[in-house]
């Protein structure tokens, strides 16, 4: 009998299927030894050699895996091919006392969970990659000695339940940064000018729209016209001016497709388009990848989701290739190689791609719930969209001039839709009438349009997920857990466009790390720890010496500030007038892990305490007697309720000042 190990027992039942009767497959549930919870459980004095356990949690199942590997001929590891999923072929080595067993032990990886790629991972077993284990160590342990050293220190010195962490904290630092270059933004005020123009053939026809571009043959930049004096002075030289066509230039242009998806790309589109997470979206990707049951069919529906490549298998291009010319026709064909351009991108893997591009999203509708399928549709079209030709457009620039003055009319229309029959662009079509250089034109009105220069947009989950990427900070399994984490802590915040702002706390938090530990939160120097992990999984350089080297100063540094910094510099007591009910001593405004709270002075003989509300100067539309407040949910969203709660349960996900809406049922 062969046993073969996985991680989970969703892509245990789906693999079962494709094996015969002398194969059992079981899963691990993930980890099966991890560092202990209850110390650092790394030996800084011996190499930063690592301590492992078997977690409570798994004890059961590592005792059943036991059992049944006593009785294989023949153990397969069959773990993710990532480096996290080549780290647990190794524990479950040693957590089944398989080290020196003489039974024959292998490890297969795949990119999809299909018969196909199943079958022919058998034929070729490997030994597990030391090296790749060893770049997961690395990071555990780092992560690991920069959490269980930093956050004592900001429990000690800020507050009780603090965490710091080598990715969050260089995360919290760009959405406060962002956030201070918002608050330091300085507002600049400028003109439009935009005619409304006719031909004078077509009296009482389609109007169109020119924008000032040039005066006396000077292009004009974006404040030009700084005002409204200045603006009105162009309004007042052309009063009677001739209007008439300049030039028209006509040119065809492509919009080439989009690459097939990486984690990253997945997250922002996911955000952007269907308005998930990316925690939801990467565990409905875990879900697609592992299988569902199509007429009787399981099978793995997308290729492995944690990855930061661009390739494609020849077979998946072939098979695309066959479905777009047999769907659309041959002229919507145009196959493609796209080259990686992340930073450390493991260019072994593939990009998320449908395991079967026949199997079309309505094909397979009826066996997806809602959220499964809306992400699998979006797979699914960009991995067609991605060989398939460009979509083709035929643009129009219409220059205008009215005595020494240059208006342009910008025109586009779609010629063939290409690779945007299976993927939407939003391209909106602008079309104008036909008009010739020379003929005149009537204006039907010449607007000033006042604008203001906007502060740069906070960090909404898509953005930041790509400016982590950008940066070369974090890898794919990374971005979803980050994003959690900050939430979770308290750090970060959700504003009314769900875009992330950072919260008190997190300001605090920040500005100490960047203060006195800038390399914890310094982006280069994150970056730079995130080549050197790619460098020990490639085998290039050994993973102690990347510890040692980073370890040395940063345990130095922190017994320095341990002596150096003080409780009061980062957290202040705001007086009050209130009195506490209990003892009668003045209550004060502290600072703790989840916010502001009211606390009386008599602490700790006195341990009243009670919760800030956060008004937003609206009474509530359902009772009229209580007072709109802002509440969290457990998982830290944000949502509006009644003061009076639960005698009265108004409550809405959005602000009532800003969005008049109904009551809803309570979040």
């Known amino acids: 009998m062969n046993l073969v190990i996985v991680e989970s027992p969703a892509k245990a039942r789906t693999i079962e299927k494709f094996l015969g009767q002398d194969f059992k497959v079981e899963s691990s549930f993930g980890h099966v030894r991890d560092l202990p919870k209850s110390d650092l459980g790394i030996d800084v004095e011996h190499d930063f050699e690592p301590r492992y356990i078997i977690p409570t949690k798994a004890k059961k199942q590592v005792a059943l895996l036991k059992k049944i590997a006593a009785k294989a001929d023949k153990i397969i590891l069959a773990t993710d091919e990532d480096r996290e999923g080549e780290a647990i072929a190794w524990h479950l080595l040693a957590a089944l006392g398989l080290e020196k067993t003489k ?69 919290v630092r760009l959405v406060v940064e962002r956030e201070r270059e918002r608050e330091n933004f300085k507002k600049q005020e400028y003109w439009d000018l935009i005619a409304k123009l006719q031909t004078i053939k077509d009296q009482g026809q389609e109007i169109f729209e020119a924008k000032l571009i040039k005066i ?24 009677g001016a001739a209007w008439k066509v300049e030039a028209v230039e006509k040119k065809e242009t492509k919009r080439n497709a989009y690459p097939p998806f990486t984690t990253s790309t997945l997250q922002q589109s996911a955000a952007r388009k269907l308005g998930f997470s990316a925690k939801r979206t990467m565990m409905l990707a875990q879900q697609l990848y592992e299988g569902a049951d199509i007429n009787g069919d399981r099978t793995g529906l997308i290729t492995y989701m944690r990855t930061d490549s661009l390739n494609l298998s020849q077979d998946a291009v072939a098979e695309a290739a066959s479905f777009i010319k047999s769907n659309f026709g041959e002229k919507y064909l145009e196959t493609k190689v796209f080259k990686t351009k992340a930073k450390g991108a493991q260019e072994a893997h593939e990009a998320i791609r449908p395991t079967d591009p026949k199997r079309t999203p309505e094909a397979i509708a009826g066996h997806l719930d809602q959220a499964q399928l809306k992400l699998y549709r979006l797979i699914w079209q960009r991995f067609m969209a991605s060989q398939m030709a460009p979509a083709i457009f035929d643009a129009t620039i219409v220059d205008v001039s009215a005595n020494n003055h240059i208006f342009r009319a910008n025109g586009i229309t779609k010629k063939f839709d290409g690779f945007t029959k299976v993927y939407s662009l939003k391209t909106e079509e602008t079309i104008l009438p036909e008009l010739k250089t020379g003929e005149p034109l009537n204006l039907i009105e010449l607007k000033p349009d006042q604008h203001f220069t906007e502060p740069p947009a906070r960090y909404s989950e898509a953005t930041l997920v790509k400016a982590l990427e950008q940066h070369g900070i974090g890898r794919p399994s990374t971005y979803a857990p980050t994003l959690s984490t900050i939430q979770y802590r308290g750090y970060v915040e959700r504003d009314e466009q769900k875009k992330f702002k950072p919260s008190q706390m997190g300001i605090i938090v920040n500005d100490l790390l960047v203060e006195h530990f800038p390399k914890i939160v310094d982006i280069n120097f994150t970056a730079q720890m995130e080549k050197n992990l790619d460098k020990i999984a490639e085998d290039k350089i050994e993973w102690v010496p990347v510890i040692r080297e980073f370890y040395g100063p940063f345990e130095a540094n922190l017994k320095e500030k341990m002596d150096e910094l003080k409780k009061t510099d980062f957290k202040r007591d705001e007086p009050t007038d209130k009195v506490c009910p209990e003892c009668g001593k003045p209550i004060v405004i502290k600072l703790g892990r989840f916010g502001k709270f009211y606390a009386c002075t008599g602490f700790p003989e006195c341990k009243h305490t009670e919760k800030i509300l956060e008004k937003i100067d609206m009474k509530c539309p359902k009772c009229v007697e209580g007072e709109v407040i802002v509440k969290r949910t457990r998982t830290k969203k944000t949502f509006y309720g009644c003061s009076r709660y639960p005698k009265c349960d108004y409550a809405s996900w959005t602000n009532p000042k800003i969005k008049t809406d109904v009551a809803e049922p309570r979040p």
Do not use: C
């Not at 006396?216 to 009063?239: H, M, R």
């Open 103 to 171: 039974k024959e032990i292998a490890r297969i990886v795949f990119h999809e969970i299909t018969a196909k790629a199943i079958l022919e991972a058998l034929k070729h077993p490997r030994a597990i990659e030391q090296n790749l284990v060893d770049a997961q160590q690395a990071r555990r342990v780092l992560d690991r000695l920069v959490g269980y050293k930093l956050s004592p220190m900001l429990w000690k010195k800020v507050s009780r339940g603090l965490s710091a962490g080598r990715v969050q904290s260089v995360a």
């Open 216 to 239: 006396n043959d000077k292009v004009l930049d974006k404040f030009a016209v700084p005002d409204q004096k200045s603006a009105q002075k162009i309004v007042d030289d052309l009063t």
